[in-house]
């Protein structure tokens, strides 16, 4: 049955609620990052007790995105995006009472990590809502929920002017009126397959698929990419070019829009092209462009062009990868799937943060961080486009399922 013919209207719907839930819970997931250097100032941090300090949250989220997803593909996405986002909440208003103590910070920011879980969420329902022709494009707009980190970035140190804490009171605001809407506008599919095997089985079956790993690998570049730059870059512009919180926090966000608005172009390229093209065409560009930035250009204009050549690259490489998951994933395994690249991708995005403040901290200099980064896309370069054009088929479609559809059996 084709979802849109049945019910186009829904799809849609749960598409629109879903990407502003992302983007929300997202948004509570960087707070921390925009206010780095308040809480360095208040708590004198060195460069890697900071770095530290903004990657706790990325770490959490991604590690948690395995269960969540797991457990999205059990109970649906109904039960589980209302849960979480209220969840959120909790760690949200912690941050406020927190400020004073870099332990309390920390365990604030452990908890805080739930707000990275729903990109697990959010991805089985989109995709079991749409077609496999539209299914990278959907995505692909899901996924410009991240642009929570761009709202972030430029909101919450200028919502601090007027009130420190206010940050974090009318996200959590934000939050709990979301939280009571999607229970009204999210809707599973009536005919969602409910897997019945427990929750280590579906993960182990998820994790003997050759593709989960693959995908994790490139999406560990992307995605991770976009999350350290999206918590790292305004230390990386404070420290560098010597920029206020103010103009590096904005600077950053611009780098995350542009992430956003590359990712669904990528989507929507992978459905007209093969994903694998795309995601290698990106990942060059990452790499080409970070070594640029391993110069140590001007900030204006060359680091600028070069920086949001790199956001576009990672946005379009992002999309790339999550329609190749829904090309060649069966539907059952979608979340579980999803879980485990979505975890793997955020942990790309938890360890270099910590690599460039020690690096710097070390060196004096970004350069090699850079470097590092052009070397990993232009390993997932050359790995996209010479292996997974082929991934269709090793995830064990039949003969008979027709291109750009899930594979019927996936062991």
């Not at 206010?35 to 300090?53: A, E, I, P, T």
């Not at 995601?279 to 250009?297: E, N, S």
């Amino acid at each position: 049955m084709d979802p849109v013919a049945s019910g186009p209207f829904a799809a849609y719907r749960n598409l629109a609620a879903a990407t502003i839930g992302f983007t929300l819970t997202f948004w509570a997931w960087n707070l921390i990052s925009p206010l780095g250097g308040y809480y360095q100032d208040r708590l004198h941090l060195d460069s890697f007790q900071q770095s530290v300090l903004v990657a706790v949250p990325v770490l959490v989220g991604s590690l948690g995105r395995v269960p969540v997803g797991a457990l999205t593909d059990r109970y649906g996405a109904r039960v589980m995006f209302p849960l979480v986002s209220a969840a959120t909440i909790v760690p949200v208003l912690l941050l406020i009472p927190a400020k004073d103590s870099y332990p309390a910070m920390l365990a604030t920011g452990f908890l805080l990590g739930l707000g990275g879980t729903t990109f697990a969420i959010g991805v089985p329902l989109v995709n079991s809502w749409f077609p496999p022709a539209r299914r990278g494009l959907a995505i692909g707009i899901f996924g410009m929920g991240m642009g929570g980190v761009a709202l972030s970035g430029y909101f919450t140190p200028r919502i601090a002017r007027h009130g420190q804490d206010l940050p974090f009171l009318v996200v959590a605001g934000a939050l709990a009126v979301f939280a009571v809407l999607s229970v009204l506008l999210i809707t599973d599919r009536p005919d969602r397959p409910v897997p019945t095997d427990s929750l280590a089985t579906r993960l182990t079956r998820a994790g003997r698929l050759r593709v989960t790993w693959e995908l994790s690998a490139l999406y560990a570049i992307g995605f991770g990419g976009i999350v350290a730059f999206g918590v790292y870059l305004p230390t990386y512009l404070r420290t560098w070019y010597e920029l206020d919180t103010t103009d590096a926090g904005t600077k950053a966000a611009g780098f995350a829009l542009v992430t956003v608005v590359f990712r669904p172009l990528g989507g929507w390229l992978s459905d007209r092209l093969h994903p694998a093209y795309v995601t290698a065409a990106a990942l060059g560009l990452v790499a080409v462009t970070a070594i640029a930035q391993a110069f140590d250009p001007p900030l204006d204009p060359a680091g600028t062009l070069f920086l949001l050549l790199m956001a576009a690259g990672l946005g379009a490489a992002s999309g790339g990868v999550f329609a190749l998951v829904a090309r060649v994933t069966p539907q059952p395994q979608v979340g579980s799937v999803t879980g485990i690249v979505g975890a793997i991708g955020g942990l790309g995005g938890f360890v270099p943060p910590m690599v460039m403040g020690a690096i710097y901290s070390a060196k004096g200099s970004y350069a090699i961080g850079f470097m590092l980064l052009s070397d990993l896309a232009l390993a997932g370069c050359v790995y996209a486009y010479g292996r997974m054009r082929s991934a269709g088929a090793a995830t064990g479609r039949k003969n008979g399922d027709p291109p750009g559809r899930p594979a019927t059996d996936g062991g």
